[in-house]
């Protein structure tokens, strides 16, 4: 069962839990199928009509018992017919659960869920309303992380990193402000550097390089970039290191003679640009000689 079947099958009745009571509430603007929404503070008895499954108890009683005074769970379900699974009776599960202060701001720890019987596929630190804290995105299906973004008020602050299904480091980017500065690096399976990328503020400024995997060092292309635009002459390389083909641009346009190599590094070919226009050898020269 997917979770896009399961996203299908969102109960259109919103389930509010106010001092142990159950209140129905389909409060949704007309043409919205409101959520399937629950309640919850610590020390409230979780009836059958909000919680059903000792999965689900599971999944909500860590973040009940270290609620802070005066916050509670807000936990978002989802609905699977039993038609889509090889269960007996329909399942009701927590697609998302949330720490709420009193304002019910997200303040304290937000886990999304894929699906029933699946560990989270993502935690989130919440502080007064926004991100603030370490984000932990997990493969589906598992407890492996595939990425740790660091959150501060609401920004992505520090280096963001990513990790292959082994657990081997993946990618690893800085962050200031919410954007992006400096190298951003990835890598293949075995360790081996695969891509550098240079920004300034959020825009790639500086030459991108891609490696050939697992050829140390060697280099496949590298392209220059200047305030987020290809800018200058870009190059790629065959596996030994010999040219490939070379392209000029400027601000994003072919702009210059692009040249095509042989393996052995003659010319095989050459093209003619103008502004990202194509002109023949006759035009190129009359233009520029």
């Not at 990513?162 to 293949?188: D, L």
Request: aromatic share 10%.
């Amino acid at each position: 069962m997917t979770s896009m079947h399961a996203s299908r099958l969102l109960c259109l009745t919103a389930v509010v839990v106010l001092a142990g009571t159950t209140v129905f509430a389909d409060d949704a603007a007309e043409g919205e199928a409101p959520a399937d929404v629950g309640f919850v503070a610590k020390g409230d008895k979780l009836p059958n009509e909000v919680v059903q499954g000792d999965g689900t108890i599971a999944r909500i009683k860590p973040l009940l018992e270290s609620l802070p005074d005066g916050h509670r769970l807000r936990l978002e379900f989802v609905n699977v017919s039993k038609a889509l699974t090889n269960y007996k009776e329909d399942i009701r599960y927590p697609r998302l659960v949330t720490m709420l202060d009193a304002a019910d701001k997200p303040d304290g720890m937000e886990m999304e869920y894929s699906d029933w019987y699946r560990p989270p596929r993502r935690k989130t630190v919440y502080k007064q309303g926004v991100k603030d804290g370490v984000e932990q995105m997990f493969f589906p299906g598992t407890d492996k992380l595939e990425a740790e973004i660091p959150w501060v008020k609401g920004q992505i602050q520090g280096v963001k990193k990513t990790f292959h299904a082994s657990g081997a480091k993946a990618g690893e980017t800085t962050y200031e402000n919410g954007k992006i500065t400096g190298e951003a690096r990835s890598y293949t399976e075995k360790g081996s550097l695969l891509r550098v990328v240079r920004f300034t503020a959020g825009q790639r400024d500086g030459e991108m390089i891609d490696y050939w995997p697992d050829r140390e060092g060697k280099v496949d292309r590298s392209v220059p970039y200047k305030k987020g635009a290809v800018h200058g002459m870009s190059r790629a390389f065959y596996a030994d290191g010999k040219p490939k083909w070379e392209k000029p641009f400027r601000e994003n346009k072919q702009h210059g003679v692009e040249k095509q190599f042989a393996p052995d590094g003659t010319v095989e070919r050459e093209r003619f640009w103008i502004d990202g226009d194509a002109v023949s050898a006759e035009e190129f020269k009359a233009k520029f000689h």
